[in-house]
Nanobody, 124 residues
Framework: QVQLVESGGGLVQAGGSLRLSCAAS????????MGWFRQAPGKEREFVAA????????YYADSVKGRFTISRDNAKNTVDLQMNVLKTEDTAVYYC?????????????????WGQGTQVTVSS
């Protein structure tokens, strides 16, 4: 079973950048499509970005398209989320997740494994 640990969160001013990283343990990382989700206080968890097993296909929420980039390195068992031009509404706990399903998905209920989350706070 793969375990996920996120890092890279923190406090940044609006317009700034952060890079989140998710490190996976286990030898089956490349068999998982990966995603990033976020949850702001008082709101439901929402999809941010996803990437296919090999990294060739990516998906983004409309709210982050053009500002965030998801990438993965299967040799290093990592998936990253580069976040640029951050806005105050990006403030949330960000979670890395993996799904063993064949098709990459934006549905959080189809993800099998989750990290503990990392806080991102964007100040105005």
């Amino acid at each position: 079973q793969v375990q996920l640990v996120e890092s890279g969160g923190g406090l940044v001013q609006a317009g700034g950048s952060l890079r989140l990283s998710c490190a996976a343990s286990g030898r089956t990382f490349s068999t998982y499509a990966m995603g990033w989700f976020r949850q702001a206080p008082g709101k439901e968890r929402e999809f941010v970005a996803a990437i296919s097993r090999g990294g060739a296909t990516t998906y983004y929420a409309d709210s982050v398209k053009g500002r965030f980039t998801i990438s993965r390195d299967n040799a290093k068992n990592t998936v990253d989320l580069q976040m640029n031009v951050l806005k105050t509404e990006d403030t949330a706990v960000y979670y890395c997740a993996g799904t063993g399903r064949t098709r990459t998905t934006m549905r959080s209920d189809l993800y099998d494994i989750w990290g503990q989350g990392t806080q991102v706070t964007v100040s105005s």
